[in-house]
């Protein structure tokens, strides 16, 4: 059953939202309707990461990795320059 529904948002907001769902070829009510149905049929005690992001992880193996934010560079510069 369809219900319409008001939404008030800002005019920016409403005109870049248009410019992407034409460029989807897909009315804004279906994009909006699609984003609801998405956030609301998570299973309970998932995290809140975006689907794109969680189908990355794992493909990076963790073994080997270097401690720290630089990793196995920071270890190769000093090296390099001792």
Do not use: W
Request: proline fraction near 5%; charge should be positive; glycine fraction near 8%.
């Amino acid at each position: 059953m369809q219900t319409k529904l008001t939404l008030s948002l800002d005019e920016e907001v409403i005109a870049k939202a248009k410019l992407f769902s034409r460029r989807r070829r897909k009315s804004l009510s279906k994009l909006v309707e699609g984003y609801l149905r998405e956030i609301t049929t998570q299973p309970s005690g998932s995290s809140d990461i975006a689907p794109p992001v969680a189908a990355l992880i794992g493909v990076i193996s963790s073994k080997g990795a270097a401690s720290g934010p630089k990793g196995g560079y920071a270890e190769f510069l000093s090296d390099k320059y001792r």
